[in-house]
């Protein structure tokens, strides 16, 4: 198992910025991609940003160019950083591990944390 543990949302001005942390604990060999998911009220979980170990890249066309993903193989740690932010990217923002082996494929998700962007 894998325990991921989000930190760093709260309430923030639109055009402000917030910085997500989360960190990897327990059996976190082979993690082969971490990223963040949001889900706003009534809508379904999406795809934010994701890093592979070798540390590419993915966004989701609404942040790119505002939102910037890093990843500490050494700490298991990923963060995101989210500058300009905007009303429509309120949300509970959620960490994701994603694990594949011989064994078959393991997503793994933290508790999540709330993003409130004030217009």
């Known amino acids: 198992q894998v325990q991921l543990v989000e930190s760093g949302g709260g309430l923030v001005q639109a055009g402000g910025s917030l910085r997500l942390s989360c960190a990897a604990s327990?059996?976190?060999?082979?993690?082969?991609?971490m990223g963040w998911y949001r889900q706003a009220p009534g809508k379904q979980r999406e795809l934010v940003a994701t890093?592979?170990?070798?540390?590419?890249?993915n966004y989701a066309d609404s942040v790119k160019g505002r939102f910037t993903i890093s990843r500490d193989n050494a700490k298991n740690t990923v963060a995101l950083q989210m500058n300009s932010l905007k009303p429509e990217d309120t949300a509970v923002y959620y960490c994701?591990?994603?694990?594949?082996?011989?064994?078959?494929?393991?997503?793994?998700w933290g508790q999540g944390t709330q993003v409130t962007v004030a217009s």
């Open positions: 994701n591990a994603y694990r594949q082996t011989i064994q078959g494929r393991y997503n793994y």
């Open positions: 327990g059996s976190i060999f082979n993690i082969n991609t």
């Open positions: 890093v592979t170990s070798g540390r590419t890249t």
